[in-house]
C-alpha cells in the first residue's frame, strides 16, 4: 500500500471531470483519512486509476446526497495546515487551508 499526497488525487481528479474534491478522517483507511471525490458520472476510470497507484481497493458507491452523484474514497496523507470542520462533527467533511 502506498500513501498518495491529497494534493495529487485533487489533480488527478480535476482532469477527470470531478464535481467537488475534500479530505476526511477515516477509521478504515491505512492513512487514517480518505480523500472525498465527488462525480457526476460512474467514474470508473479514475478509481481504476487509483487503486493501481494506492494497491488498494478504492471505495466507490452513488449517493442520494451530496455535490454530486458519486463518490469515492481514497487513501491519502493530508497536508499540515489549518483544518476548518464542515458540521463540525468527526467523519465531517473538512477543508484545507495551508499555512505557508
Given at each position: 500500500?502506498?500513501?498518495?499526497p ?5 489533480q ?10 475534500a ?5 478504515r ?7 472525498e ?9 479514475f ?6 497507484v ?8 452513488c ?5 454530486a ?25 473538512v477543508?484545507?487551508?495551508?499555512v505557508?
Amino acid at each position: 500500500m502506498r500513501s498518495v499526497p491529497f494534493e495529487v488525487v485533487c489533480q488527478l481528479a480535476a482532469e477527470f471531470g470531478a464535481v467537488e474534491c475534500a479530505w476526511r478522517e477515516s477509521e478504515r483507511s491505512f492513512t487514517g483519512y480518505v480523500a472525498e471525490v465527488w462525480f457526476a458520472q460512474l467514474p470508473s476510470a479514475f478509481a481504476a486509476k487509483w487503486a493501481a497507484v494506492v494497491g488498494y481497493q478504492v471505495r466507490v458507491r452513488c449517493v442520494s446526497s451530496g455535490p454530486a452523484r458519486f463518490a469515492v474514497s481514497v487513501p491519502v496523507v493530508v497536508p499540515q495546515g489549518a483544518v476548518q470542520l464542515s458540521g463540525g462533527q468527526r467523519g465531517g467533511r473538512v477543508r484545507v487551508r495551508l499555512v505557508r
